[in-house]
């Protein structure tokens, strides 16, 4: 019986794709490959029942998987490894075709970016002139709650891959899709710190919920960024005169 149904869950996804199965057979499915001779039914309902979502179950760490009845080690490494294989296609598949001036398929690019991460990282996104993607770097890895820049580092990675533009990135594990007052302290002095050698931060987007905040996109704290291009280029037309 077991054996008909995983024959008629494969068919389904061979013939209809991974949007014809509900959640639950996407895990059922996936499980198949790591528990080969039980039904897996059960399992991937008990797993939804304590991670609530599938993108949840798919963004939890495999010790938290293993505390789910039924779940052993080669299946929470299967399903961390699932969302870590799609940030992998995701990145590769975008090659040099990113920009920053196609902004919602920017910050689409950069929320793949973050998928399955547990602890809060930081990335810089090294851009040229007309905005186009050069490199995407790893800059910082902290906690589940907490992250830490340094500014060498920072200046560092930016001289390193020749950037006239920068884009930060951090994601909130366990936060809301918004800049805490340590995000916009950080913010300003990243700026001041690029402006000090003519790199532009164009933009500090904030990760979480499967959501991207964007820092410069939003009334409230796009003046971090405005203004202190606009003292610059000032400055510039001053020493020319």
Not at 8 to 30: T, Y
Request: hydrophobic share 40%; proline share 3%; with cysteine.
């Amino acid at each position: 019986m077991h054996e008909d149904h995983r024959q008629r869950l494969r068919a389904l996804f061979r013939s209809a794709g991974l949007d014809s199965l509900q959640p639950h057979n996407v895990l059922e499915l996936l499980l198949f490959y790591s528990i080969p001779r039980r039904d897996t039914n059960d399992i991937a309902h008990r797993l939804l029942d304590h991670f609530g979502t599938l993108v949840n179950v798919l963004d939890a760490a495999p010790e938290e998987l293993c505390t789910v009845e039924g779940v052993g080690e080669a299946s929470a490494t299967l399903i961390s490894f699932t969302a870590q294989l799609a940030r992998r296609y995701l990145a590769e598949q975008s090659g040099e075709k990113i920009s920053f001036h196609s902004s919602k398929e920017f910050q689409k690019y950069v929320l793949s970016q973050f998928l399955g991460e547990k602890n809060e990282i930081t990335y810089l996104y090294c851009l040229d002139n007309a905005g186009q993607l050069l490199r995407q770097c790893k800059v910082s890895l902290g906690t589940k709650y907490s992250v830490s820049l340094d500014n060498r580092t920072l200046l560092e990675t930016a001289f390193h891959h020749n950037a006239t533009r920068v884009v930060l990135a951090h994601n909130h594990p366990s936060g809301l899709c918004a800049p805490s007052p340590e995000d916009v302290r950080r913010t300003e002095e990243a700026v001041k710190l690029y402006n000090e050698v003519d790199i532009r931060l164009l933009d500090h987007l904030i990760i979480a919920e499967g959501k991207c905040f964007s820092m410069a996109g939003h009334p409230n704290f796009r003046r971090i960024f405005v203004s202190k291009v606009i003292s610059i280029e000032r400055q510039k037309a001053a020493d020319v005169t």
